[in-house]
Nanobody, 117 residues
């Protein structure tokens, strides 16, 4: 069973930085497509950033957020710089793998980020 666990949320002020971590166990980490998503109060969950062979970012975070992966530690990170109040949300990590033999789509429980102005 694939387990996904986020950490690193907090209460930064506007303009500050924060780094989120997501550890994954129970699957071949290097084969996984990994991504960060977020859900603000009253809004739908939205894609933030993803990494497999390449990296992708939502327009709202380009130039401020950086996703990275450490295959040796089975962990991905989301470095968030120049945070804004609109970045306030619960941040979720997702791990996916789809082959002819296996289908994985696992979510963590999320970590809260609250940015004050």
């Amino acid at each position: 069973q694939v387990q996904v666990r986020e950490s690193g949320g907090g209460l930064p002020q506007s303009g500050e930085s924060l780094r989120l971590s997501c550890s994954v166990s129970g699957a071949s980490f290097s084969a996984l497509a990994l991504s960060w998503h977020r859900q603000a109060p009253g809004k739908e969950r939205e894609f933030v950033a993803g990494v497999d062979r390449n990296t992708k970012y939502a327009d709202s975070v380009k130039g401020r957020f950086t996703i990275s992966r450490d295959n040796a530690k089975n962990t991905i990170y989301l470095q968030m710089n120049n945070l804004k109040p609109e970045d306030t949300a619960v941040y979720y990590c997702n791990a996916q793998l789809r082959t002819s033999f296996v289908s994985i789509n696992s979510w963590g429980r999320g970590t809260q980020v609250t940015v004050s102005s």
